[in-house]
T-cell receptor, first 118, second 114 residues
Framework: AQKVTQAQTEISVVEKEDVTLDCVYE???????LFWYKQPPSGELVFLIR??????QNEISGRYSWNFQKSTSSFNFTITASQVVDSAVYFC???????????????FGTGTRLQVFP | DAGVTQSPTHLIKTRGQQVTLRCSPK?????VSWYQQALGQGPQFIFQ???????QRGNFPDRFSGHQFPNYSSELNVNALLLGDSALYLC?????????????FGPGTRLTVT
């Protein structure tokens, strides 16, 4: 069965520190998609990145970077030089692609709460 | 360009009552998914609608039902409310299905059952 594990419940850092959020997934599919979402206190999930299972290239977007390693089933997220505005709950998610039904159900981890202090 | 909108923002209901939540997808999107997020947990998939049909359903009882209208908007109905139904209900929209499209989420409806 598909599963996403975010072992870090809460992380606290001081501004300008780098921080890595871990994500480990389980799936029997050969084709799947991985996502990261940010959930600020307002509650709305903000899409950060989507990565398909065939693309293991790391990606950098400003202060954000993602490390995808199929060998360890991990899709970790690093924030460089963290800022107070980065404080939020971050969710890693796996897309279960059910071709028969042609749907894309998202399976979320339990989230990591990041607190960045000034 | 309006994003995903949901109404109402907050709702308080009593056990046994019925509730209807509404969602309008992002412009250009035709697929709507509903998720339930209990406090301190990740969102759990309820079901997805595409072409006015329920395409897939998560592990939720039949008390949870939905509908998609020709304009792609959607409703989530919950009957015989239980205390455990208290949660943030999130609607997500995307264009098409199959995992290759990112889902955009609305701000959610906070449902409290007393």
């Amino acid at each position: 069965a598909q599963k996403v594990t975010q072992a870090q419940t809460e992380i606290s850092v001081v501004e300008k520190e780098d921080v890595t959020l871990d994500c480990v997934y389980e799936t029997r599919d050969t084709t799947y998609y991985l996502f990261w979402y940010k959930q600020p206190p307002s509650g709305e999930l903000v899409f950060l990145i989507r990565r398909n299972s065939f693309d293991e290239q790391n990606e950098i977007s400003g202060r954000y970077s993602w490390n995808f390693q199929k060998s360890t089933s991990s899709f970790n997220f690093t924030i460089t030089a963290s800022q107070v505005v980065d404080s939020a709950v971050y969710f890693c998610a796996l897309s279960e692609v059910t071709y028969f039904f042609n749907t894309d159900k998202l399976i979320f981890g339990t989230g990591t709460r990041l607190q960045v202090f000034p | 360009d309006a994003g995903v909108t949901q109404s109402p923002t907050h709702l308080i209901k009593t056990r046994g009552q019925q509730v209807t939540l509404r969602c309008s997808p992002k412009s250009g999107h035709d697929t709507v998914s509903w998720y339930q997020q209990a406090l301190g947990q990740g969102p759990q998939f309820i079901f997805q609608y595409y072409e006015e049909e329920e395409r897939q359903r998560g592990n939720f009882p039949d008390r949870f039902s939905g509908h998609q209208f020709p304009n792609y908007s959607s409703e989530l109905n919950v009957n015989a409310l239980l205390l455990g139904d208290s949660a943030l209900y999130l609607c997500a929209s995307s264009y098409g299905t199959g995992g290759s499209y990112e889902q955009y989420f609305g701000p959610g409806t906070r449902l409290t059952v007393t």
